[in-house]
């Protein structure tokens, strides 16, 4: 076989070399009928290939042809590397291919909804060139994803999705080394598993069921069943109604559950440490820095800060997203950190399955962390002797028929336990300063969306 190049490789000191690359002709730029510059695309890098009329090697006819391609098409290109003296500013690459051979592998429609190198402009870089008189066609956000196999080709994308995937393994790769065993849990369940409204329910050959909301009651069952310490990352199901920035309603979930010794503060310490991990490699990384040397309060002292800032809260009652923001201000301001663990909310707004506090059973031994004012992870320690258990789900509306193996789990004798459920895509959409948590999933689900 031939020799390949990746276009992010291509480099000042391969001057004088043959390149045989592969990749999308993101901008075709005749100057005349005797030279063409084509932008070729690989992934998140580009370089600048020129086409020049020479005897014997390039005609009018391959100008002419290069010339016609449409933008997008996937082209071979063979070429000499040549290093200009001026920067080039339309390609990652600081070189050029002088072509020689030019193909097209397979070519793209002639009108794409909108072109790759509008859509990678950051807004700045879009002011700029407005404000040249450049006419550039905005694209919003509905037709980027429903042109998903064309919009995830910008530079900005590839990025997101990178930070996705090198999160996860540094997520995982910290776990196995603290001994957690990665597990799989079902997805097509008998009952809901968190409560409320937000399950989709099917039917199962003429059985009711539904879409796991979360691995929560299959998670605890392994550790009735003998795992001191699991955890799973995989789809979780949500049948939001409310369209909002942060909600989907199939997302990845990181969930974790383990075995306490004494205290569901061993849980914040695996988050801590875990996160930690995770945001030290991305901010080495993937350079959006981030504050967050981890800091615990209590959902009183949180409720307390907000009180004394003018912000009220209903007594006992949950945080709504504007007083989530205003926390995650106070406390940046305060103590200089981007992340924190809001600890011990009251039992009657967590799921059923939660272990109220030993000494005063409106609390809860729960925790809620946020990342910029946002929550990302809710986590608790769960109930683990089953009439406790039973009278919990009752009271909180369960129909404890449809999780009935799950509570008998509990009946053989459990240890302490706990555990965390995260969202990879709210996550990665704080930790890259994103508006809009569509932008993190590949082939986003949200209220009014099932394709593409
Ligand atoms: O707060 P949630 O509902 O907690 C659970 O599922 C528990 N079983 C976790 C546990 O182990 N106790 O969801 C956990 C996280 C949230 O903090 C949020 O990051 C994310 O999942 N999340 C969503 N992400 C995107 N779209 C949605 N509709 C989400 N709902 C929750």
Request: hydrophobic letters at 35%.
């Amino acid at each position: 076989g031939r020799t390949w190049t990746d276009v992010g490789e291509l480099c000042a000191e391969m001057k004088g070399e043959t390149v045989l690359i592969r990749g999308a002709a993101q901008a075709i730029r005749p100057t005349s009928k005797k030279i063409v510059f084509l932008v070729v695309r690989q992934s998140m890098s580009t370089v600048q290939c020129i086409l020049v009329v020479t005897k014997d090697v390039i005609s009018p006819q391959m100008v002419r042809f290069a010339t016609s391609l449409s933008k997008e098409s996937i082209v071979d290109v063979e070429g000499v590397i040549s290093v200009p003296d001026k920067p080039i500013t339309g390609a990652t690459q600081q070189v050029e291919i002088q072509v020689r051979k030019l193909y097209c592998i397979s070519r793209a429609v002639p009108n794409l909804p909108f072109n790759i190198e509008d859509a990678s402009r950051s807004e700045t870089e879009f002011k700029k060139a407005e404000e040249s008189g450049e006419q550039l066609v905005r694209v919003g956000q509905d037709t980027r994803l429903n042109n998903r196999g064309l919009d995830l080709r910008t530079p900005a994308n590839q990025a997101i999705f990178r930070v996705k995937s090198a999160g996860v393994n540094k997520g995982r790769q910290f776990l196995l080394s603290k001994n957690f065993v990665e597990i799989f849990t079902p997805k097509v369940i008998a009952g809901s598993s968190e409560g409320g409204a937000e399950v989709f329910k099917l039917d199962y050959k003429g059985k009711p069921a539904c879409l796991a909301q979360s691995p929560q009651l299959h998670k605890q069952m392994t550790i009735c069943g003998g795992f001191d310490r699991v955890f799973e990352v995989g789809p979780v199901f949500r049948a939001e109604n409310s369209y909002t920035h942060r909600h989907l309603c199939e997302f990845v979930g990181l969930d974790v559950e383990m075995e306490l010794k004494e205290h569901y503060y061993e849980v914040c310490d695996i988050v801590e440490e875990l996160f930690v991990e995770i945001f030290n490699h991305l901010n080495d990384n993937c350079s959006k820095e981030l504050e967050y040397s981890p800091k615990r309060l209590t959902y009183d002292e949180g409720v307390q800060m907000l009180k004394e800032a003018g912000v009220e809260i209903e007594p006992m009652g949950d945080l709504s997203t504007e007083a989530e923001k205003k926390l995650g201000k106070l406390v940046s301001d305060k103590y200089n950190t981007d992340f924190f663990i809001l600890t011990k909310f009251p039992l009657g707004i967590r799921p059923f399955y939660t272990m109220p506090c030993y000494d005063n059973s409106e609390y809860s031994n729960s925790f809620d962390v946020f990342l910029r004012g946002e929550e990302i992870i809710s986590g608790s320690q769960r109930i683990h002797d089953p009439e406790m258990l039973t009278k919990r789900a009752e009271q909180c509306g369960i129909d404890v028929e449809t999780i009935s193996t799950y509570m008998d789990s509990f009946r053989n004798a459990t240890r302490l336990h706990g555990g965390f459920g995260a969202g990879l895509e709210r996550i990665v959409m704080l930790f890259c300063g994103l508006n809009n948590i569509r932008k993190c999933s590949l082939f986003p689900r949200d209220p009014q969306r099932l394709t593409p």
